[in-house]
């Protein structure tokens, strides 16, 4: 590599890494949003669509120019660093930007270029990182909350299908039923309440639902994503710590050697 391409390298990788780069992007993205949300309203866009399509070409440009300056930085290891999922995250983001611009099918789907807000703000980076670890665990507790939904559906169904069948008349109407009480969406009134009239023990049926679906569920997934997210936070400040000890230790063994020889010549 020649002494100007490790200038070039030198030059950008202080530039994409520095607070008023990081600024400028996290402000292009946000302009970038707001243009596509004008662009969607024919009141703001009489006569001006063409302004804005340019504008957005623009951000698009600068947003290509980020990850050629990336890729200058930090050449093949933008790939596969330690944060080569985020790396690939921005690349394949504007490369579908492209792709939309040439099909108009899928022009609506521009507005995911916003997504790359979540790589450059640390804290929605962070808390990213932290949602997809939690994806297997999360898994686990789906499965479980659908067993129970399963075994709730059949039970309203058997029991209350008869006399309600436009809440639990089939096995697909319970479950949605079920749902509309965990979300909490008028379940008293219009669902609960109609059914205690004719069953009056069906209280318990939908508390236990309610305990075990809406209750601990939930809690169990606010756990799981708080310990992602402490999880997360450790993995992040354990490099500075150990880069900490490591410029440590050498001053460390520096002041013991000095101490022998002092010894040695009193």
């Known amino acids: 590599m020649g002494a100007q391409a490790v200038r070039a390298q030198v030059y950008c990788r202080a530039l994409v890494t520095g607070r008023p780069w990081q600024l400028f992007i996290i402000a292009l993205i946000v302009f970038n949003a707001a243009v596509l949300g004008i662009d969607t309203s024919s009141a703001l866009t009489a006569g001006q669509h063409r302004l804005l399509s340019t504008l957005d070409e623009l951000c698009l440009y600068v947003f290509t120019l980020e990850i050629a300056l990336r890729l200058t930085a930090f050449r093949w290891r933008f ?28 022009r609506a789907f521009r507005i995911l270029r916003v997504l790359k807000i979540l790589s450059v703000v640390p804290s929605m980076r962070l808390i990213s990182t932290a949602m997809l670890r939690t994806i297997p665990p999360m898994i686990s507790i789906g499965a479980l909350l ?121």
């Open 79 to 106: 790939f596969y660093a330690r944060d080569f999922g985020w790396n690939w995250f921005d690349f394949l983001i504007v490369v579908g930007s492209y792709v939309s611009m040439e099909l108009t099918v899928l």
């Open 146 to 266: 659908m067993v129970f939904f399963y075994i709730f559906g059949v039970l309203c169904t058997n029991l209350f299908g008869q006399d309600f069948p436009e809440y639990f008349g089939s096995l697909q109407g319970s479950l949605f039923s079920l749902f509309q009480i965990m979300t909490g969406d008028s379940w008293a009134s219009a669902i609960v309440r109609p059914v205690l009239a004719v069953y009056p023990y069906a209280w318990v049926i939908f508390v236990a639902f309610i305990i075990l679906v809406t209750f601990i569920g939930i809690n169990l997934v606010v756990g799981i994503i708080v310990e992602g997210i402490n999880t997360a936070k450790s993995e992040r400040a354990r490099p500075a710590s150990t880069a900490s000890c490591l410029s440590r230790a050498p001053r460390a063994r520096l002041r013991e050697v000095a101490e022998l020889l002092w010894r040695q010549r009193h």
